[in-house]
C-alpha cells in the first residue's frame, strides 16, 4: 500500500452481560486500523479465555468459537500489517505471571522497549514472546509483587516506558485503559445501553453498540472499567499533548470524533483551504477513492468546480504486492482503480488525495488518467509532504521510503507527472484541525518529535510559527 499504515485498535468492554459479541463487533467496525491479525480475551472466574489469529476478525473470531469467550469483561486487538514471528505475538497477549494471568492490547509503540527486555531479562524473567507488550506486563507484575496495588503497580510500570500508547488490559479479573501523557493514539469512552462502560481506539464503534459516546481518556489518564461506573485515575500529568495529525487526516474513520473533532470536518476544510491556497482552473473535482472523498468534497465546495467521481475503487481488493516491474505495477493499480472515461475524457481533473508516501499509486493513476483521454492532472495533498520517519507506532520507518524526502514539490510534480502538484501547508493543516500547534505530533512533516529520540530533533527546536509559516 502506499500509505502510511496505522497498526492497531484497542477495545474493552465491561458488562452485566457477555461481552464477546459487542467486543466482536466494535472490532469490525474497526477493522480499517488493522487487517492482518485479531484477536479477544475475555475474563470470568475460570480465567482469562482468548481467541486470536491472523486474519479480518470475522475469520478469526467465528461462531464456531465466539462461545468459547465467556464473561462480563472482555478485551480487543487488531493488528496491521507487522509479519508476527510466533502465534503467542498476537495480541492480546496473555501472560501468566506470579501475579495471576494478565491480558494487554497495545496500539502504540514503546521506544526503549529493547532496554527494558534488556533489564527485565537480566533480571531473571523468561520472555515467551518477542513484544513490549510482555515487558509491560513483568514491569506491573515486579510492583504488584512488591505489594504496591494495582493502579500503582501501573503508574510506577508505565514510568518506565518511552512511547506512545493507548492500552487496554485485564489485570486480577479488572479491566483498565490507558492513554500515554501525550494522547498521541486516540481511545474513547462509551456508556453502553443496557449497563456497562467501554474504551475503544475510535468513537464510531460506540455509535455502532448503540451505545453512548461520554469523552475521550486525558493524556496521562487510567480509567477503570466496572459495569456500573467507570474509575479515573490521572495516573501522569499531561506532560505536553502530541495528538497525531494522521489520525483525523486519515487513519480514523472519518465519522470518528478524535479529542473532540470529526475526522470529516477536518478533512472537508483541508479540501476548502486547498482551493484556496492551491487554486488552479479544471472542469472537475475528482478523489483517490476512498481517501481522498471528503478532502476533494471540500475542495469542490471551496473552488464552486463540479465534483464527480472519476475513478471507482474495487473495495475487495485491499493489498498491493510488492510489483516487481512498472507492468506488474500498473496491473495492480487497475485491479484497486478503474476509470469512468466518459467522465474523464477531454477534462482537465483536479485529483485530490490524503497523503503521498512513496508516490507510485498516484503516478499510476495519473498516468492511467492520461491514456483515457484527461486533458490534464492535477493533484491536491491533504497533508504536508511527508519527509520523516515516524517512531511512535506508523509504519513509516525510514526516509527514502517518501518520494518528497529528499525532492522539492516541482521534483515531485515532475516525477508523478502531473500538470501541477499542492500540498496543504502545515499552517493550513494545523488550522484545518483546530488545535494549537503545540497540542499536535507533526514529527513526519517537520522532522521534530515529541520525545527524545537518538539523533533526532526534539519539537520545538524552532519557534513554531517558522514552520506554521511554510
Ligand atoms: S510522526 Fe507523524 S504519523 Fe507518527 S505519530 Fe507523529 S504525526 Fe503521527
Redesign the pocket.
Known amino acids: 500500500m502506499d500509505k502510511?499504515q496505522e497498526k492497531c485498535a484497542v477495545a474493552a468492554i465491561v458488562s452485566r452481560h457477555p461481552v464477546a459479541r459487542p467486543l466482536f463487533f466494535s472490532l469490525r467496525t474497526l477493522q480499517h486500523r488493522g487487517q492482518e491479525y485479531a484477536g479477544i480475551a475475555t475474563v470470568d472466574e475460570r480465567g482469562i479465555h482468548s481467541v486470536r489469529g491472523k486474519g479480518l476478525v470475522h475469520q478469526v473470531v467465528t461462531e464456531d468459537n465466539i462461545d468459547e469467550l465467556t464473561g462480563n469483561a472482555g478485551i480487543g486487538h487488531l493488528l496491521y500489517s507487522i509479519k508476527l514471528s510466533k502465534r503467542e505475538n498476537i495480541q492480546p497477549v496473555i501472560v501468566k505471571t506470579s501475579e495471576g494471568s494478565m491480558a494487554i492490547s497495545h496500539n502504540g509503540i514503546i521506544v526503549n522497549s529493547p532496554d527494558l527486555r534488556n533489564k527485565l531479562r537480566e533480571e531473571g524473567h523468561i520472555f515467551f514472546t518477542d513484544t513490549e507488550e510482555e515487558a509491560m506486563v513483568y514491569l506491573i507484575t515486579k510492583e504488584l509483587h512488591r505489594g504496591k496495588s494495582v493502579t500503582e503497580a501501573i503508574r510506577l510500570a508505565m514510568r518506565k516506558t518511552e512511547g506512545?500508547y493507548a492500552l487496554t488490559f485485564i489485570i486480577q479479573d479488572r479491566v483498565f485503559a490507558l492513554r500515554d501523557p501525550m494522547g498521541?493514539r486516540p481511545l474513547c469512552l462509551g456508556r453502553l445501553p443496557d449497563g456497562g462502560f467501554m474504551a475503544v481506539s475510535e468513537s464510531v464503534a460506540i455509535q455502532v453498540l448503540g451505545a453512548e459516546f461520554l469523552r475521550d481518556v486525558e493524556p496521562g489518564e487510567l480509567v477503570e472499567l466496572t459495569p456500573d461506573r467507570l474509575i479515573s485515575y490521572q495516573l501522569f500529568p499531561e506532560t505536553h499533548k502530541a495528538h497525531?495529525?494522521?489520525e483525523w487526516v486519515y487513519f480514523a474513520r472519518p465519522d470518528s470524533r478524535i479529542d473532540g473533532i470529526f475526522g470529516y470536518d477536518v478533512r472537508f476544510r483541508i479540501g476548502e483551504r486547498l482551493a484556496k491556497d492551491n487554486p488552479v482552473e479544471a472542469d472537475l473535482v475528482s478523489p483517490i477513492p476512498d481517501s481522498g472523498r471528503a478532502h476533494a468534497i471540500g475542495y469542490a465546495h471551496g473552488s464552486g468546480i463540479p465534483y464527480l467521481e472519476g475513478l471507482i475503487k474495487n473495495r475487495y481488493v485491499t493489498r498491493t504486492f510488492i510489483m516487481p516491474d512498472r507492468d506488474a505495477q500498473r496491473t495492480s493499480v487497475r485491479l484497486k482503480v478503474n476509470v469512468l472515461d466518459h467522465l474523464v475524457a477531454g477534462k482537465r481533473i483536479i485529483l485530490v488525495d490524503d497523503s503521498i508516501v512513496r508516490g507510485t499509486t498516484i503516478r499510476e493513476i495519473a498516468s492511467l488518467l492520461r491514456r483515457r483521454g484527461a486533458a490534464e492532472v492535477h493533484v491536491r495533498v491533504g497533508s504536508p509532504p511527508l519527509r520523516h520517519p515516524?517512531?511512535?507506532?506508523?509504519d513509516?520507518t525510514t526516509r527514502d521510503e517518501f518520494i518528497a524526502h529528499d525532492r522539492t514539490v516541482e521534483e515531485v510534480e515532475k516525477e508523478i507527472g502531473v500538470d501541477s502538484l499542492a500540498y496543504i501547508s502545515p499552517k493550513g493543516l494545523v488550522e484545518s484541525i483546530g488545535l494549537p500547534a503545540e497540542q499536535l505530533?507533526?514529527?513526519?512533516i517537520i522532522g521534530e518529535?515529541p520525545l527524545k529520540l537518538p539523533s533526532e530533533r526534539m519539537r520545538f527546536q524552532h519557534r513554531v510559527e517558522d514552520y506554521l509559516s511554510e
Open positions: 502510511p506512545s498521541n497525531c495529525f494522521f515516524c517512531y511512535l507506532g506508523i513509516m505530533c507533526l514529527g513526519c518529535y
